[in-house]
């Protein structure tokens, strides 16, 4: 069984290594699932099946016909097979990052996982001190609890609404601790300045936010997703001319970008320049025909209405 378990395992590998569709994920989890059946006390087989049952969950989640007594079972499973990992071999670093991870990622519909989440990435630290890498998850695992907070910040009960706002300030004020201490680590690490400079942002210092994510820029340069949140920083801080010429170097890097698009015809609109942020707007729709948000801003454009609001990203993943 266990030989069977390690041809399996391999199989599986391969097969993840070129899964990119929800098909294809369900054929790796079959077979993980086979090994880890094979051979139960492996936790590499474990963590590796969690790790795959969170990608179907992406899937999952993001269907919105989906059967919610299986999405229900899915979720309980993910969760149960990443806490078989870290029981079965509770000294590796990687099966709590796993845990982590999966906890993490189902904050947005299992608020209750926020404490297990921060728990599992408090543990990384503990296992693995001077690797900031586990320090930037930590600090996201904060950041995410903060993220959560934001609804309930103008709630109508003043009880809840202060609760969210000390919960959202302690988690940034811990998430800022551990992002220090992995530059402190690695003065270079990219990933620790970005994540250090988006917490800026939501703490409202724009202009350290700015500083920050211009240091990121410079060490990697071709990275898309920090020119888009620089370029954005811009527009919220009126740069107008900044965030211009900062989206148009995403484009050029990424011409397929939707948000990049999206957020140079934002620029385009504030500078009265109608016909330019119609052209951008249009371009978003090409890639997202049935974003019901970009129609209604074309439709609004087109008729010259305009506004100052900068609107919420059109979400579409990374090109």
Known sequence: PRYAAEVAFAKAVKLDATADSAAEIDEVIRVLDKAAAGNPQNDIYARNLAGALLRRLDYVTADEAANSEYVQSLIATTIATANRATDLSPDNVLNWEVRGLVYRELLSVIPDAAEPAVAAYEMTVELAP????????????????ADAQTPLLDNDDADIAAEAVATRDN???????????????????????????????????LAEAVRGLE??????????????????????????????????????LAPAYADAHWYLSV???????????????????????????????L?????????????????????
């Open 171 to 205: 988690s940034l004020a811990t998430a800022e601790e551990h992002l220090n201490i992995a530059i402190a680590l690695k003065a270079d690490y990219a990933p620790a300045r970005y994540y250090l400079a988006l917490l800026k942002e939501q703490q409202g210092e």
């Open 215 to 252: 240091l990121v820029r410079a060490q990697v340069p071709d990275d898309v997703g920090v020119g888009l949140q620089l370029g954005l920083l811009y527009l919220r801080q009126g740069k107008n001319d900044l965030a211009q010429a900062e989206l148009e170097r995403v484009i050029e």
């Open 299 to 319: 439709d609004r454009l087109q008729a010259g209405e305009t506004t100052t609001t900068i609107p919420e990203p059109v979400g579409e993943t990374l090109p």
């Open 130 to 145: 001077v690797n900031p890498r586990y320090r930037v998850e930590a600090a996201r695992a904060y950041l995410a609890i």
């Open 267 to 297: 620029v385009f609109e504030q500078q009265g320049d109608l016909q330019r942020a119609i052209i951008e707007v249009q371009k978003v729709l090409d890639t997202n025909p049935d974003n019901v948000t970009v129609q209604t801003r």
